[in-house]
């Protein structure tokens, strides 16, 4: 059970980019202790990565956004397929021109590469989230190619190709929810998560859980449109995983970030 969460800004918001994307990252970091990572953008220009294996703890303080960024992706992972010792398969995951995040496992990842010719990002990967960004790329937008996953699904991706655009998606067995404000629309796995935005940005957010098979794209703080997709609802986990992996690293982040906030 992986965490994410992420935001897209108006230009003019005045929200500390830095902040909120700490405020996130320390909101979902009891999800997954195996590796953490986050993206930004600002503008048109290019998507930057960083991703580290470990907790949240070890990243909270060194998290830096700048006051241009419009576009931030946060993840931290409890990994279950593509050990994270391979750091390509670690969150955010790129694929060509896309850059993503997913909570969730795919279980015909590899059937999906394989029926598309596509090529690993990198030759050691595994994780089977890239076949949500092989697709997403190939279909430039095309909402169905959703379709062909089965496994559990909570993502977003950016696409260097639509400069202007974050996509969120929820298929089955994962939570996500929406968070809209002036200027301003958060995402996370979580209700809570969004409630620890608005403490910290002090921003009230009107707050809603994504259907199952909903696509939204965000554009400079607004939901630019929504999409319905149909995902396939008869997969059904073997195990059902608890959404609290790591409490100690919810519990130590909750803590840094009142300080983080103070300074």
């Given at each position: 059970?992986?965490?994410?969460?992420?935001?897209?800004?108006?230009?003019?918001?005045?929200?500390?980019?830095?902040?909120?994307?700490?405020?996130?990252?320390?909101?979902?970091?009891?999800?997954?202790?195996?590796?953490?990572?986050?993206?930004?953008?600002?503008?048109?220009?290019?998507?930057?990565?960083?991703?580290?294996?470990?907790?949240?703890?070890?990243?909270?303080?060194?998290?830096?956004?700048?006051?241009?960024?419009?576009?931030?992706?946060?993840?931290?992972?409890?990994?279950?397929?593509?050990?994270?010792?391979?750091?390509?398969?670690?969150?955010?995951?790129?694929?060509?021109?896309?850059?993503?995040?997913?909570?969730?496992?795919?279980?015909?990842?590899?059937?999906?590469?394989?029926?598309?010719r596509f090529e690993r990002a990198e030759?050691?990967?595994?994780?089977?989230?890239?076949?949500?960004?092989?697709?997403?790329?190939?279909?430039?937008?095309?909402?169905?190619?959703?379709?062909?996953?089965?496994?559990?699904?909570?993502?977003?991706?950016?696409?260097?190709?639509?400069?202007?655009?974050?996509?969120?998606?929820?298929?089955?067995?994962?939570?996500?929810?929406?968070?809209?404000?002036?200027?301003?629309?958060?995402?996370?796995?979580?209700?809570?998560?969004?409630?620890?935005?608005?403490?910290?940005?002090?921003?009230?957010?009107?707050?809603?859980?994504?259907?199952?098979?909903?696509?939204?794209?965000?554009?400079?703080?607004?939901?630019?449109?929504t999409e319905r997709f149909r995902p396939?609802?008869?997969?059904?986990?073997?195990?059902?995983?608890?959404?609290?992996?790591?409490?100690?690293?919810?519990?130590?982040?909750?803590?840094?970030?009142?300080?983080?906030?103070?300074?």
């Open positions: 059970m992986c965490g994410i969460a992420g935001y897209s800004l108006d230009a003019e918001s005045g929200v500390d980019r830095t902040l909120a994307a700490q405020s996130l990252l320390a909101a979902i970091a009891e999800r997954g202790a195996d590796a953490v990572g986050y993206a930004w953008r600002e503008g048109g220009g290019e998507i930057r990565v960083h991703k580290q294996r470990s907790g949240a703890s070890a990243l909270l303080d060194h998290v830096e956004v700048p006051r241009t960024a419009s576009q931030v992706l946060v993840h931290v992972r409890d990994y279950t397929k593509g050990h994270p010792t391979i750091a390509a398969n670690n969150h955010p995951v790129r694929h060509g021109a896309v850059v993503g995040i997913h909570n969730g496992i795919i279980v015909n990842d590899e059937e999906i590469m394989s029926a598309h030759p050691e990967m595994t994780v089977d989230s890239e076949a949500i960004f092989a697709l997403a790329e190939q279909a430039e937008g095309r909402v169905e190619a959703l379709e062909e996953l089965r496994g559990s699904m909570a993502t977003a991706w950016l696409d260097e190709r639509r400069p202007d655009l974050l996509f969120v998606a929820r298929g089955v067995g994962r939570p996500l929810w929406l968070g809209q404000g002036r200027g301003a629309v958060f995402f996370a796995s979580t209700r809570l998560a969004l409630e620890i935005v608005e403490r910290y940005t002090r921003r009230s957010l009107r707050k809603q859980e994504l259907a199952v098979g909903q696509l939204v794209a965000l554009r400079n703080g607004k939901v630019a449109w396939d609802v008869s997969f059904r986990e073997e195990t059902a995983l608890p959404a609290v992996r790591a409490p100690q690293e919810g519990a130590f982040c909750l803590k840094r970030l009142a300080a983080l906030a103070t300074l």
